[in-house]
């Protein structure tokens, strides 16, 4: 009795393991989003982006932008790289959530309302390169989502940014 009992444990766990989504390195489940749309034969096409958005870097031709310390204002390079962006995201027909992020010197509640200012910013922006507005949100983490912990003026530069994340509606 005992061994049939374990028999079917075994049986279980094996099962369990293949039904199972996918983990990524760092343990999360499947996160890409996919995202159809038409090509020019009329037959539906998948795109599969990774939910860390830019900030992966798996996604090609959609880019992170950075900021100077304690600005919303875009640089000329940040503004070169949102004309490439707003081209992907019209060539692509995808809605956009913009992630504005800071380096860990301020407040919580500062370096959130900065990451909303830096949000705002890029969106504006993005509209009056031709992105319909209805195609973009905003979100503020603050200094919650560091792509590098240091203490350094160049890791603190890294995270004080605009990251693009698709997303489906």
Not at 26 to 35: C, K, L, Q, R, S
Not at 47 to 71: A, H, M, P, R, V
Request: proline share 2%; glycine share 10%.
């Amino acid at each position: 009795m005992s061994r049939i009992l374990l028999s079917l444990v075994c049986a279980g766990l094996v099962g369990f393991s293949f039904g199972c989504a996918s983990k990524d390195k760092n343990g999360a489940g499947d996160t890409g989003v996919a995202v159809g749309d038409v090509d020019s034969d009329a037959s539906i096409t998948t795109k599969t982006f990774d939910e860390g958005g830019s900030d992966s870097g798996n996604i090609d031709g959609l880019s992170s932008i950075f900021f100077d310390y304690d600005k919303a204002v875009l640089t000329s390079a940040a503004r070169a790289t949102l004309a490439s962006n707003a081209k992907w995201i019209r060539d692509n027909n995808v809605s956009v959530r913009i992630e504005g992020h800071c380096d860990a010197r301020g407040s919580n509640e500062y370096n959130l309302a900065l990451g909303e200012r830096r949000a705002q910013s890029v969106k504006r922006y993005l509209v009056n390169l031709g992105v319909p507005e209805a195609k973009l949100t905003i979100l503020s983490w603050g200094e919650e989502r560091p792509v590098d912990s240091g203490d350094s003026e160049s890791a603190y530069a890294k995270n004080r940014r605009a990251n693009f994340v698709p997303v489906t509606q």
